[in-house]
């Protein structure tokens, strides 16, 4: 018997690869679009899906390419946010209905954000978790960027196996400030075994550094149709830079609502029941009402 903890697993046919993702609540339900952050993958989503399926959603979450199960990126590509939209814009037409909420965590949240200002039809609500809009550079930075991102991209990648799981949780865990338990939650999806040792299953292309980045003005433009009632939540002990950057990037997004629960970055793992009630309150409120969000 299978009960609203118990993900259901799913697949997508892109252009030239297939998405994994996972699915949680009834199949009627109303549907919430969950894409995760940077380096996870689905299991992401494993502490407030449940939550939110027995509050009668369906919990969608896909792999973006390159992470948890989903195909890497054909030999000779890399992974840039441009590419993620287009993934976002091929995946939209396969989902039976129009979701209720788009919700991202980070990276996720980023391209969330994004992807609601190129297509403001199909996103009524958008909550986006330690994230404010995309990340920008200098336009001076520019040369040695590319420069770097090439050289990065150089390097090349020398697959290893691990025989202990146990270091890579505690690397994992000190990497994101979170409970080994979470982070052995995250590793479990993003790796696997053979012959006896530990492989990354993940693309290890992901940690090339990206040759490009927008500039604030351009990071700006990008957002400016975005029509979606918006919330935004951050963890108490999450990254400085986003509370610091709340009082310019607020502009960017539709009369946003800010909250804050406990945890640090990956504060929707560490507090999902809380997140959970307050995403229900969320999609509940009239448009005209949401900015008095309690």
Same mark, same amino acid.
């Given at each position: 018997?299978?009960?609203?903890?118990?993900?259901?697993?799913?697949?997508?046919?892109?252009?030239?690869?297939?998405?994994?993702?996972?699915?949680?609540?009834?199949?009627?339900?109303?549907?919430?679009?969950?894409?995760?952050?940077?380096?996870?993958?689905?299991?992401?989503?494993?502490?407030?899906?449940?939550?939110?399926?027995?509050?009668?959603?369906?919990?969608?979450?896909?792999?973006?390419?390159?992470?948890?199960?989903?195909?890497?990126?054909?030999?000779?590509?890399?992974?840039?946010?441009?590419?993620?939209?287009?993934?976002?814009?091929?995946?939209?037409?396969?989902?039976?209905?129009?979701?209720?909420? #788009?919700?991202?965590?980070?990276?996720?949240?980023?391209?969330?954000?994004?992807?609601?200002?190129?297509?403001?039809?199909?996103?009524?609500? #958008?909550?986006?978790?330690?994230?404010?809009?995309?990340?920008?550079?200098?336009?001076?930075?520019?040369?040695?960027?590319?420069?770097?991102?090439?050289?990065?991209?150089?390097?090349?990648?020398?697959?290893?196996?691990?025989?202990?799981?146990?270091?890579?949780?505690?690397?994992?865990?000190?990497?994101?400030?979170?409970?080994?338990?979470?982070?052995?939650?995250?590793?479990?999806?993003?790796?696997?075994?053979?012959?006896? #040792?530990?492989?990354?299953?993940?693309?290890?292309?992901?940690?090339?550094?990206?040759?490009?980045?927008?500039?604030?003005?351009?990071?700006?433009?990008?957002?400016?149709?975005?029509?979606?009632?918006?919330?935004?939540?951050?963890?108490?002990?999450?990254?400085?830079?986003?509370?610091?950057?709340?009082?310019?990037?607020?502009?960017?997004?539709?009369?946003?609502?800010?909250?804050?629960?406990?945890?640090?970055?990956?504060?929707?793992?560490?507090?999902?029941?809380?997140?959970?009630?307050?995403?229900?309150?969320?999609?509940?409120?009239?448009?005209?009402?949401?900015?008095?969000?309690?």
């Amino acid at each position: 018997m299978t009960t609203e903890s118990d993900p259901r697993e799913r697949r997508f046919q892109l252009e030239n690869l297939s998405l994994a993702a996972l699915e949680w609540g009834p199949p009627q339900g109303p549907l919430i679009l969950a894409l995760h952050g940077w380096m996870d993958n689905a299991h992401s989503f494993v502490p407030l899906a449940p939550a939110l399926a027995a509050m009668g959603y369906r919990v969608l979450a896909p792999e973006f390419p390159g992470h948890g199960h989903s195909d890497h990126r054909p030999v000779g590509n890399y992974y840039h946010f441009l590419d993620y939209l287009y993934d976002l814009h091929q995946l939209w037409p396969q989902l039976d209905e129009t979701p209720a909420l #788009l919700l991202g965590h980070s990276m996720g949240g980023i391209l969330a954000g994004l992807f609601a200002s190129l297509y403001p039809e199909r996103v009524s609500r #958008l909550a986006i978790i330690e994230a404010m809009g995309p990340l920008t550079a200098e336009p001076g930075d520019s040369l040695a960027r590319m420069r770097a991102g090439f050289v990065s991209r150089d390097k090349g990648f020398r697959p290893q196996g691990y025989p202990d799981l146990a270091p890579l949780v505690k690397a994992r865990a000190a990497a994101g400030g979170l409970d080994e338990s979470l982070a052995r939650l995250l590793l479990e999806r993003n790796l696997k075994q053979r012959d006896g #040792l530990w492989h990354w299953r993940s693309d290890p292309r992901l940690r090339t550094r990206s040759p490009w980045m927008m500039t604030e003005a351009q990071g700006q433009q990008l957002m400016s149709d975005l029509q979606a009632d918006t919330l935004v939540v951050l963890g108490e002990a999450g990254f400085d830079g986003l509370r610091e950057a709340w009082p310019e990037r607020r502009g960017w997004l539709n009369q946003p609502r800010l909250k804050q629960i406990g945890g640090g970055h990956h504060c929707h793992m560490e507090s999902p029941r809380e997140l959970a009630a307050l995403l229900e309150r969320f999609i509940g409120v009239k448009s005209s009402e949401h900015t008095n969000l309690g």
